[in-house]
Protein backbone atom coordinates (compact mmCIF):
# COMPACT_ATOMS: atom_id res chain seq x y z
CA UNK A 1 0.00 0.00 0.00
CA UNK A 2 1.04 3.83 -0.62
CA UNK A 3 0.75 6.71 0.55
CA UNK A 4 -0.91 9.90 -1.10
CA UNK A 5 0.18 13.62 -0.32
CA UNK A 6 -3.13 14.97 1.19
CA UNK A 7 -1.63 19.05 1.79
CA UNK A 8 1.45 20.54 1.04
CA UNK A 9 2.38 22.61 4.05
CA UNK A 10 3.92 25.70 5.02
CA UNK A 11 4.76 26.87 8.35
CA UNK A 12 4.27 31.08 8.25
CA UNK A 13 3.46 33.96 10.64
CA UNK A 14 0.07 34.47 9.21
CA UNK A 15 -2.08 31.89 7.81
CA UNK A 16 -5.07 33.49 6.61
CA UNK A 17 -2.85 36.22 4.78
CA UNK A 18 -0.62 33.97 3.31
CA UNK A 19 -3.04 31.35 2.05
CA UNK A 20 -5.40 34.29 0.93
CA UNK A 21 -1.65 35.09 -1.42
CA UNK A 22 -1.76 31.42 -2.70
CA UNK A 23 -5.44 31.39 -3.34
CA UNK A 24 -5.10 33.78 -5.63
CA UNK A 25 -1.85 32.81 -7.28
CA UNK A 26 -3.46 29.16 -7.75
CA UNK A 27 -7.07 29.65 -8.50
CA UNK A 28 -8.22 27.83 -5.57
CA UNK A 29 -10.71 28.01 -2.20
CA UNK A 30 -9.87 29.58 0.81
CA UNK A 31 -12.02 27.03 3.48
CA UNK A 32 -14.99 28.97 4.23
CA UNK A 33 -14.42 28.48 8.43
CA UNK A 34 -10.70 30.50 8.01
CA UNK A 35 -10.62 33.56 9.52
CA UNK A 36 -7.94 36.14 9.88
CA UNK A 37 -5.79 35.43 13.26
CA UNK A 38 -6.39 31.53 13.22
CA UNK A 39 -4.15 29.60 13.50
CA UNK A 40 -4.24 27.54 10.27
CA UNK A 41 -6.03 28.28 7.02
CA UNK A 42 -6.35 25.73 4.29
CA UNK A 43 -6.44 26.39 0.73
CA UNK A 44 -8.46 23.58 -1.88
CA UNK A 45 -6.79 23.81 -5.74
CA UNK A 46 -7.36 21.22 -8.70
CA UNK A 47 -4.65 19.45 -7.96
CA UNK A 48 -4.67 19.33 -3.98
CA UNK A 49 -4.46 21.76 -0.91
CA UNK A 50 -2.03 24.24 0.79
CA UNK A 51 -2.43 23.93 4.58
CA UNK A 52 -1.17 27.26 6.42
CA UNK A 53 -0.09 26.89 10.01
CA UNK A 54 1.08 29.71 12.54
CA UNK A 55 4.60 28.85 13.82
CA UNK A 56 6.36 31.48 16.05
CA UNK A 57 9.94 32.13 14.73
CA UNK A 58 10.33 33.58 11.10
CA UNK A 59 11.55 32.07 8.26
CA UNK A 60 15.49 31.88 8.42
CA UNK A 61 16.94 30.48 5.51
CA UNK A 62 16.57 29.17 1.85
CA UNK A 63 13.47 26.53 1.71
CA UNK A 64 14.56 23.18 1.32
CA UNK A 65 11.74 22.27 -0.90
CA UNK A 66 9.93 24.91 -3.20
CA UNK A 67 6.49 24.82 -5.58
CA UNK A 68 7.17 24.82 -9.53
CA UNK A 69 4.57 26.66 -10.95
CA UNK A 70 3.74 26.44 -15.13
CA UNK A 71 0.52 29.01 -16.00
CA UNK A 72 -1.78 26.96 -18.05
CA UNK A 73 -3.42 30.08 -20.02
CA UNK A 74 -0.99 33.11 -20.09
CA UNK A 75 3.08 32.81 -20.95
CA UNK A 76 5.97 32.89 -18.10
CA UNK A 77 5.93 36.10 -18.53
CA UNK A 78 2.68 36.98 -18.29
CA UNK A 79 2.71 34.99 -15.06
CA UNK A 80 5.28 36.62 -13.30
CA UNK A 81 4.20 40.18 -13.68
CA UNK A 82 0.77 38.80 -12.39
CA UNK A 83 2.06 37.32 -9.40
CA UNK A 84 4.35 40.50 -8.72
CA UNK A 85 1.16 42.70 -9.02
CA UNK A 86 -0.65 40.04 -5.80
CA UNK A 87 2.73 40.70 -3.94
CA UNK A 88 5.47 38.10 -4.71
CA UNK A 89 8.68 39.38 -4.93
CA UNK A 90 11.90 38.63 -7.71
CA UNK A 91 14.48 36.71 -6.40
CA UNK A 92 16.70 35.31 -8.96
CA UNK A 93 15.27 35.87 -13.05
CA UNK A 94 17.00 32.57 -15.19
CA UNK A 95 15.38 33.33 -18.14
CA UNK A 96 17.70 32.73 -21.20
CA UNK A 97 18.06 34.60 -24.96
CA UNK A 98 16.50 31.83 -26.28
CA UNK A 99 12.86 31.51 -24.49
CA UNK A 100 13.85 28.64 -21.66
CA UNK A 101 14.82 28.95 -18.25
CA UNK A 102 12.45 29.78 -14.92
CA UNK A 103 11.69 32.95 -12.72
CA UNK A 104 12.29 32.66 -8.89
CA UNK A 105 10.15 34.91 -6.82
CA UNK A 106 9.22 34.82 -2.95
CA UNK A 107 5.44 34.72 -1.58
CA UNK A 108 5.01 37.55 0.67
CA UNK A 109 6.62 35.93 3.73
CA UNK A 110 9.62 34.78 1.80
CA UNK A 111 9.00 31.29 0.71
CA UNK A 112 10.93 30.69 -2.82
CA UNK A 113 8.79 29.69 -5.99
CA UNK A 114 9.45 29.40 -9.40
CA UNK A 115 7.57 30.03 -12.58
CA UNK A 116 8.64 28.26 -15.66
CA UNK A 117 7.60 28.50 -19.38
CA UNK A 118 3.60 27.25 -20.32
CA UNK A 119 3.10 24.04 -22.40
CA UNK A 120 2.21 26.47 -25.33
CA UNK A 121 5.38 27.96 -25.08
CA UNK A 122 7.78 24.87 -24.70
CA UNK A 123 5.93 23.03 -27.42
CA UNK A 124 6.73 26.33 -29.90
CA UNK A 125 10.43 25.71 -28.57
CA UNK A 126 10.12 21.80 -29.50
CA UNK A 127 8.80 22.52 -32.84
Known amino acids: MSASIRHITFDCAD ?4 ATFWARVLDGSLADDARPGDPYALVTTATGGLLFIRVEEPKAAK ?8 PEDRTRDEEVERLLALGATLQGDHRRPDGTGWVTLTDPEGNELCVERSPAERGAADG
Open 15 to 18: PYAL
Open 63 to 70: NRVHLDLQ
